[in-house]
């Protein structure tokens, strides 16, 4: 079994960074295709970024391209999410998440594991 575990979100100003961890326990991150989504007050979770199992190839959704970069620490089994360049858009609860199969990786029915959440919000 895979618990996943959310740090790192926080209050910051239009065009700040900050970076989210997902620390995984019980299985290796290496072993899953791995992915970011967020939900705002009122809205659908949607995806943000995955990657996969090879830790090389990524995918983002274009509301956060060239701004957000997810990776993977495999000594430290954990995942994060570089978030720069922030929009007031941005803000939203932000959750990990890990799937067996990389196949539909920004679909949330994918995924098999999620953390329980980090608020970012980012005022402008």
């Known amino acids: 079994q895979l618990q996943l575990v959310e740090s790192g979100g926080g209050f910051v100003q239009a065009g700040g960074s900050l970076r989210l961890s997902c620390v995984a326990s019980?299985?290796?991150?290496?072993?899953?295709?791995l992915g970011w989504f967020r939900q705002a007050p009122g809205k659908e979770r949607e995806f943000v970024a995955a990657?996969?199992?090879?830790?090389?190839?990524?995918l983002y959704a274009d509301s956060v391209k060239g701004r957000f970069t997810i990776s993977r620490d495999n000594d430290k089994n954990t995942l994060y999410l570089q978030m720069d360049s922030l929009k007031p858009e941005d803000t939203a609860v932000y959750y990990c998440?890990?799937?067996?199969?990389?196949?539909?990786?920004?679909?949330?029915?994918?995924?098999?594991?999620w953390g329980q959440g980090t608020q970012v919000t980012v005022s402008s």
């Open positions: 998440a890990a799937a067996y199969s990389v196949y539909g990786i920004s679909q949330r029915s994918t995924y098999n594991y």
């Open positions: 019980g299985r290796a991150l290496s072993d899953f295709a």
């Open positions: 990657l996969a199992w090879s830790g090389r190839s990524t």
